[in-house]
């Protein structure tokens, strides 16, 4: 066999893309990363805007993941935690349902309010105690969430008023399809961890991750347009680098065009990012709308949870939307952010929005999809497990090890 220029090349320089390129220098291959971006990162990417760190949406990361324990140093990316529990406007209040553990102290008020029925909780106990190790595989052999939670009895004021519009942020979809094994996952996960901002965005992930990747001999290079991929190596500007086998970790959007393989349907959100003056509570709790009164689905005092993005002791506010509600205005945003919190949007100044068409991919019952694209071709990315940063994560990983069986 003709001597190639690599023994991998990895397109995309995401999480998922940095761990495999990791876990393949490791194993004494020559590695060659490359990125259309000008910086590493893929979907976590954060710039500043007037002294403020804005990620490119809102993301969370659960030092919980039980990839993240293996491939990051936690420690180092310094997180900042979530309250446990959300704050949920409900008939023009706010209440605060609170994880018992961890907040014992506000136990008597999530118990005290009508949003929380004993019929519920006895609902939401049995679908929780449900096996998710398929999910975790990416092997879904579940039912929709939707159809899960009825089996359950789960139909009160719990599952409308809180899961609900909950789940639609973190799933970027409010139909109920999305698989209920995958979701008893999340749930499991925001059990054990708290989700948490890094004191310098969600970028110093993986930043931290590439670094990692050429500390063991991995070549990434940026701002590199790969045009196709297939089994002799990657064309660029119509010359081919050949590699012994190649690892497509890009979005599921990009991942077709690339290897023409099958699309994969995605989900996408919007987020906007505020400035007030003062920040309108001083809570670390994400807030809801459990009225369901406009477009904004959570909303959170970033600034309160990690004070490094703001410059100036200023609030920086975010703002959830799914981008399949339709165009939102940045006033209609403004106006529901404010209303949530119980201020007036004319405390709210607009810093920066993300209309973010590619935010998740779909994960619905039965859902399968392979690593191994062709002889040579292998896919990573949170499409190919579950969309999360753990499933990219564990793609890639996975995507690495693949290769490395190969004889």
């Not at 259309?36 to 805007?49: C, L, N, S, Y």
Request: charged share 20%; aromatic share 6%; with cysteine.
């Amino acid at each position: 066999m003709a001597s190639r220029d690599y023994d991998v090349i990895i397109v995309g320089a995401g999480i998922s893309g940095l761990v495999a390129a990791r876990q393949l220098a490791e194993a004494g291959r020559s590695v060659l990363v490359l990125e259309k971006e000008d910086a590493v990162g893929g979907r976590q990417r954060t710039r500043d805007v007037d002294g403020y760190l804005i990620d490119r949406g809102f993301q969370l990361l659960n030092p919980s993941y039980p990839s993240v324990k293996r491939f990051v140093d936690i420690a180092a990316l310094d997180l900042h935690p979530f309250g446990s529990g959300a704050l949920v406007r409900d008939k023009g209040e706010l209440h605060l349902l609170a994880h018992p553990a961890r907040h014992p102290h506000h136990v008597v008020s999530t118990l005290s309010n009508d949003l929380v029925t004993a019929a519920d909780i006895k609902a939401f106990s049995s679908w929780f105690g449900k096996a998710t190790a398929s999910a975790v595989r990416g092997r879904d052999e579940s039912v929709s969430i939707g159809e899960a939670w009825d089996r359950a009895g789960l139909t009160g004021p719990l599952r409308t008023r809180v899961l609900e519009p909950f789940l639609a942020g973190v799933v970027a979809t409010d139909d109920l399809s999305t698989s209920s094994s995958y979701v008893q996952f999340l749930f499991r996960m925001f059990a054990l961890g708290r989700p948490s901002l890094p004191s310098r965005g969600i970028q110093a992930l993986p930043n931290q991750m590439a670094a990692t990747a050429r500390r063991h001999g991995a070549e990434i290079r940026t701002n590199i347009t790969v045009d196709s991929c297939a089994d002799e190596g990657v064309r660029i500007s119509g010359e081919t680098i050949s590699a012994d086998h190649v690892i497509v970790a890009v979005g599921p959007e990009a991942l077709a065009p690339l290897t023409g393989s099958e699309a994969v349907p995605t989900l996408g959100l919007t987020t906007w990012w505020f400035r007030g003056d003062e920040a309108p509570s001083r809570s670390r709790f994400i807030a809801l709308d459990g009225d369901r009164s406009g477009p904004v689905l959570n909303t959170a005092v970033v600034s309160n949870v990690a004070p490094s993005y703001s410059p100036d002791g200023t609030a920086l506010i975010q703002a959830s939307a799914l981008l399949s509600t339709g165009h939102v205005t940045d006033q209609e945003a403004a106006d529901h952010t404010a209303s949530i919190w119980g201020i007036s949007s004319a405390d709210l100044s607009l810093l920066a929005r993300d209309d973010i068409r590619h935010s998740l991919p779909e994960q619905r019952p039965g859902t399968v999809r392979a690593t191994r694209l062709s002889e040579r071709v292998f896919a990573a990315g949170d499409h190919r497990a579950t969309p999360s940063i753990e499933g990219a994560l564990s793609a890639g990983a996975r995507a690495a090890s693949d290769v490395l069986s190969v004889r």
